[in-house]
C-alpha cells in the first residue's frame, strides 16, 4: 500500500514539473543544439543539406513569442519529433526583426527582416521547407515546397516534417488527407496519444 502511494505520489510530483528549459540566446530567441549555423545563403545551405542526404527548413522566430517557446519547450524536446527533424533535415534559425545577412535565390542581399517581408512570412514561428535542388533565380517564397505558420500539435508538426520528408507535395495526397491517414494508421496500431 504504502509503495503504491508512494509511487503515485512521486508520479504526480514528476506530471506537475514544468516543460523542458531551454537555452535562450543573445537575439532573445530559443536555441536548439542541433540546429545548424551557417551563412545563410539558400543556395548553398540548400546544397549543404542535400550533400548531408538532408532537406533544408528554415524557421522564422521572433523574442518573446509564445508560440516558439511552446514549438521548442513542447515539440522539439519531445525524442521523438526532435530525432525524425535532426535525422532527416538541416534547420536553420532565422529571426523575424534580425539584421544578419541573408542571401535569396535571386542573388540579393537581404537582413533577416527584409528577406521575412520579401517573402511574406509575418508570423512566428514559421517553418518554410525547401526543395532538394536551389533553383536558379527566384525566390525562397517561390521555392519553398512547404510552408508551415505556427506550432501545432505534436502530431500535426511531425506529419508535416516527414510529409516532406517524403515529398508528399509531388503527389496526388494533400497534405491534410496524409495527415489523417497517419492519425488513422496510428489509432489502429494502439500508438497514438491525441494532441
Not at 38 to 66: N, P, S, Y
Not at 95 to 107: C, K, Q
Not at 161 to 174: C, L, N, P, R, S
Amino acid at each position: 500500500m504504502f509503495r503504491t502511494l508512494f509511487a503515485a505520489i512521486v508520479l504526480l510530483a514528476a506530471s506537475a514539473l514544468p516543460t523542458a528549459a531551454v537555452e535562450i540566446g543573445e537575439d532573445g530567441l530559443h536555441k536548439e543544439a542541433w540546429f545548424s549555423l551557417t551563412f545563410r545563403d539558400m543556395a548553398e545551405d540548400i546544397a549543404a543539406a542535400r550533400e548531408e542526404g538532408k532537406r533544408l527548413a528554415i524557421v522564422f522566430e521572433q523574442r518573446g513569442c509564445i508560440y516558439c517557446a511552446k514549438m521548442h519547450e513542447d515539440l522539439l524536446s519531445d525524442p521523438e519529433v526532435r530525432d525524425y527533424i535532426e535525422a532527416h533535415f538541416k534547420v536553420v534559425q532565422y529571426n523575424m526583426f534580425g539584421d544578419e545577412e541573408v542571401t535569396d535565390l535571386d542573388g540579393s542581399v537581404l537582413t533577416e527582416k527584409t528577406a521575412a517581408r520579401k517573402w511574406g512570412y509575418v508570423f512566428t514561428p514559421t517553418i518554410v521547407f525547401l526543395p532538394e535542388e536551389a533553383p536558379e533565380g527566384g525566390t525562397v517564397a517561390e521555392a519553398a515546397v512547404a510552408t508551415m505558420p505556427g506550432a501545432f500539435g505534436k502530431w500535426t508538426f511531425l506529419h508535416m516534417f516527414q510529409w516532406v520528408a517524403e515529398k508528399g507535395y509531388e503527389g496526388d495526397e494533400h497534405f491534410q488527407k496524409y495527415h489523417a491517414r497517419k492519425l488513422d494508421e496510428a489509432r489502429a496500431a494502439g500508438k497514438l496519444q491525441e494532441e
